[in-house]
């Protein structure tokens, strides 16, 4: 059975892959950097009530794939994790300094991938069954 999130005034079901490199892709995310990297993502997304499904830590790049409240951009969620896990990752690793000299310790950008059950085919049966619907002929204005 499917199961949905819900907030005080709201039903949700939000889900993105997200993936975003090191700056100049480099190999730095090994042993104790990951495992600490791996930390401070769970940490983020604990204190902003984002669910981490499942999520990998490769050496140049990061996958993570999470459920999240509608109050929440995707954009800001990306920020708040790459933002504090640079900061966090530079302050406790200094010898990552050499590599990044300039403080940004990741590439700019992000991909995002949405993903749910539903289809785009689904929604748009669904409208047009609504929209043929006897109770509500009267009520239905077409918006496009």
Known sequence: MRSYRKGSHTVHDLKVHLVWVTKYRYQVLTEEVGYRLRDLIRQVCDSYDIH???????????????????KLSISD????????SSRKIQEE?????KRYWGKHFWGIGYAAFSSGHVTDDMIQEYLKHHENHPNHQDDNFVIE
Do not use: N
Request: net charge positive; no cysteine; aromatic share 12%.
């Open 52 to 70: 981490i499904i499942q999520g990998r830590v490769s050496k140049d790049h990061v996958h993570l794939y999470v459920s999240y409240p509608p």
């Open 93 to 97: 690793f200094p010898q990552l300094g």
């Open 77 to 84: 969620m990306v920020r708040f994790m790459k933002g504090r």
